[in-house]
């Protein structure tokens, strides 16, 4: 509980965790009580959590052995398309009827970007206002 991951997995799940939805889920916040008091419950739905916090701990430790510096991105929702920042996850489509003239918005982002000093990799992104043309 006092490694690293265990404080990184801490904050995260408070943070990520409203407690509205966990008493929806659970019915009580005795869970979150836990992880409150320094705890790491061996609940189904903790290790879940954990399983996920993982891989993104790593990517962050990752991040910061870098130099030049790692910096991390993400597109705000109404913000227009850029084929230079960002990847619509959705192939195959073009700007709805009603959209003419104007450029594809994004919905919100699914997959952050990253910056590694001149080099962008490109985050990933729905896109609003489209439709298929399959």
């Known amino acids: 509980p006092d490694c690293l991951f265990g ?3 801490h ?4 943070n990520i965790v409203h407690p509205k939805m966990e008493e929806s889920f659970f019915g009580n ?3 979150r009580n836990h992880v409150l008091n ?4 061996r609940t189904p739905f903790y290790q879940a959590f954990l399983k996920l916090a993982k891989p993104v701990w790593l990517v962050h430790r990752l ?3 870098f130099d030049p510096k790692v910096n ?4 705000r929702q109404g913000t227009d398309f850029s084929e230079v920042y960002m990847e619509s996850i959705v192939k195959n489509v073009e700007l709805a009827d009603d959209s003419v003239g104007l450029r594809p918005k994004v919905g919100f982002t699914v997959v ?20 298929s043309i399959e």
């Open 72 to 75: 991390i991105f993400q597109v």
């Open 63 to 65: 991040a910061f052995c």
């Open 112 to 131: 952050p970007g990253f910056r590694v000093g001149k080099t962008v990799i490109q985050c990933q992104v729905y896109l609003t206002g489209m439709k």
């Open 11 to 14: 904050s995260k799940y408070l």
């Open 29 to 31: 916040l005795d869970q």
């Open 38 to 41: 320094g705890g790491h419950p």
């Open 7 to 9: 404080k990184f997995c």
